[in-house]
């Protein structure tokens, strides 16, 4: 049972324009959000979280938006560069603590075209 | 951040052997997990090792099949033991904090 989804496997976007990814879950005990950007042959590196307390999260281009009624989250990068080019995952985790176990959806492979 | 280095980076294995993964941190931390990430398919965790005492495993995973080291709290090792051709995944390490996890580049694993 896949508990986060990405249910796009690719985006393709001009260089400047909105990337929008989204993320759905199924587990409402599910309270701590986080996306992670993936290049390959390197291991996952960490963008931005969203604890369920809140609905909004933003760092720089990036911004995460949480609807807890509907279960999903998506990610907006503004502007969108040539270097955002990769896999993004979502994940989920009960609770923020360094112990809490990660559940990640299947990944958006996102192109940034000129 | 914690800085992670995984040995080895790839390699290509007969069935039937096992493979000896490293993972060794910048800093001390108290909990190290190991993920496997099979092609096309998400970040699925493995275990949760904690230094000093038996690994943490998730359902589907067996300690005969993945046996876990945690000698200190900067160092870890995954065995994936008499490989099949389903064990060709890349394995990864992370570490926890801050609020989230941060991750090794991975061991790109394909078994023949």
């Known amino acids: 049972d896949q508990q986060v989804k990405q249910n796009s496997p690719s985006l393709s976007v001009q260089e400047g324009r909105i990337s929008i990814l989204n993320c759905d879950y199924t587990?409402?005990?599910?309270?701590?959000f986080l996306w992670y950007k993936k290049y390959p042959a390197e291991g996952p590196t960490f963008l931005i979280s969203?604890?369920?307390?809140?609905d909004k999260n933003e760092d720089g281009r990036f911004t995460v938006f949480l609807n807890k009624s509907a279960k999903h989250l998506s990610l907006h990068i503004v502007p969108s560069q040539p270097g955002d080019s990769a896999v993004y995952f979502c994940?989920?985790?009960?609770?923020?603590?360094?112990?809490?176990?990660?559940?990640f959806g299947t990944g958006t492979r996102l192109q940034v075209t000129l | 951040s914690a800085v992670i280095s995984q040995k080895p980076s790839r390699d290509i294995c007969q069935r039937g052997t096992s493979l000896t993964i490293q993972c060794q941190v910048d800093?001390?931390?108290?909990?190290m997990f190991w993920y496997r990430q099979q092609p096309g398919q998400s970040l699925t965790l493995i275990a949760t090792?904690?230094?000093?005492?038996?690994?943490?495993?998730e359902s589907g995973f067996v300690i005969d099949k993945f046996p876990i080291s945690r000698p200190n709290l900067t160092f870890s090792t995954l065995t994936v033991s008499n490989m099949s051709p389903e064990d060709s995944s890349i394995y990864l390490c992370?570490?926890?904090?801050?609020?989230?996890?941060?991750f090794g580049a991975g061991t790109r694993l394909s078994v023949l």
């Open positions: 800093s001390q931390v108290t909990m």
């Open positions: 992370s570490v926890g904090g801050g609020g989230t996890q941060y």
């Open positions: 587990n409402s005990m599910f309270d701590y």
């Open positions: 994940a989920a985790s009960l609770g923020a603590g360094t112990a809490s176990k990660l559940t």
């Open positions: 090792a904690n230094q000093g005492s038996e690994a943490t495993y």
């Open positions: 969203i604890s369920s307390i809140k």
